[in-house]
């Protein structure tokens, strides 16, 4: 079953899902438009955690100092600004290499997010992660949303 996109927003939901095209530029301003501060990582030429964590913490402006370490990631996640506007979309753009070289460290990234949506949650505020992947079997655990 698919999730429209559009509904998440509408609703604030935090969490993290999977698409497996480009979501629209119009979708992306919708979100923008309720407040919404969205963010692109470009993950194309990813293909370990350390390249995925270089590309999100650039992307995000994580702290210098940050360690590369799913605890730091989950740490500068839940310490980003989240008290203004109506929360964050983070829309994680070519994520397929990664995902395919390093099954492992993205699972662990993945849960990281998760779990960082879930604090947003409990705060009122929103976390929105879409992970862009060529495939289901990728990340099958993902709900996939759907809409443009």
């Given amino acids: 079953m698919k999730v429209d996109f559009s509904k998440l927003v509408e609703t604030g939901a935090s969490g993290v899902y999977r698409c497996h095209s ?12 309720r407040g919404m501060r969205v963010e692109k990582v470009a993950l194309a030429g990813a293909r370990d955690k350390n390249a995925f964590m270089h590309a999100v913490a650039k992307a995000l402006e994580f702290p210098d ?3 590369h370490n799913w605890d730091a990631f989950y740490d500068c996640l839940v310490d980003l600004e989240h008290d203004k506007g109506e929360g964050l979309l983070v829309l994680l753009r070519d994520a397929s290499g990664f995902a395919r070289a390093e099954s ?41 949303i759907s809409g443009r």
Avoid at 25 to 31: Q, S, Y
Avoid at 125 to 132: A, D, G, S
Wanted: hydrophobic content about 55%; charged content about 25%.
């Fill in 22 to 33: 480009a979501l629209a530029e119009a979708a992306l301003g919708a979100a923008a438009q």
């Fill in 104 to 144: 492992d460290e993205f699972a662990a990234a993945v849960d990281a997010l998760q779990d960082a949506a879930d604090f947003w949650e409990d705060e009122q505020k929103t976390l929105l992660v879409v992970v862009e992947l060529e495939a289901p079997v990728l990340a099958p655990e993902l709900p996939e």
């Fill in 65 to 67: 100092y940050v360690g």
